[in-house]
């Protein structure tokens, strides 16, 4: 069991079959819970999990996710990711990052019902990219790579609590001869590429 205690409430872990992934990562796939309590100890929320990856040497941070942002691999992390105010829950569940780096499920903050709400879209931005997102001025930005030579960077605006994929830049340098660089940005609900002025 591991108890965090993140200023108005806490999380507690329960998890079995856990065992030595990569160190200091430690993976557990059977009744996985996380409980968030309030101060006073009262059970706000349960959250069952498929499976978590528990970094003994990274186990949580809070904060905003600017490229200063040390990603370790946090099991937990604490941020606003929709820019709507309060701080929204992410856990590491899988290693369906680039070359098996850290996958999240991202839980959305719902003040309303005062309950953490998971997000497929959200969760969706950190399979496949190299690492985590990074937020700046309210957008979020993701990387993904193919060896030396082949990047992606890719721009998501919040619309409606939706991450909306708005700006690509691909960079091919596999032909060192003819690097290739391609600009894409939404325009009217379509990916088109776009020319520098």
């Known amino acids: 069991m591991l108890v965090l205690h993140v200023g108005e409430h806490s999380l507690r872990l329960n998890a079995r079959n856990c065992r030595e992934d990569i160190p200091p990562v430690v993976y557990c796939d059977e009744a996985v819970k996380l409980t968030v309590t309030s101060d006073d100890g009262r059970v706000r929320q349960v959250l069952p999990l498929e499976a978590i990856h528990v970094n003994r040497e990274a186990t949580f941070y809070r904060g905003e996710l600017t490229d200063a942002f040390v990603r370790q691999g946090q099991t937990f992390v604490m941020a606003d990711v929709n820019a709507d105010g309060p701080e929204d829950l992410l856990i590491m569940t899988g290693r369906d990052g680039n070359y098996g780096g850290p996958s999240y499920d991202v839980f959305l903050f719902d003040a309303a019902n005062r309950r953490y709400v998971h997000s497929p879209a959200f969760s969706e931005l950190t ?16 990387s993904a790579t193919d ?51």
């Not at 992606?152 to 660089?181: C, H, K, S």
């Open 147 to 197: 060896g030396c030579c082949y990047h992606v960077f890719d721009v998501y605006e919040v619309r409606g609590g939706t991450p909306i994929l708005i700006e690509r830049v691909t960079e091919d340098r596999r032909n060192a001869d003819a690097p290739r660089i391609v600009k894409e940005r939404l325009v009217e609900g379509r990916m088109l590429e776009v020319k520098d002025p």
């Open 127 to 142: 399979v496949g990219y190299n690492g985590l997102f990074s937020i700046e001025s309210g957008k979020l930005k993701v």
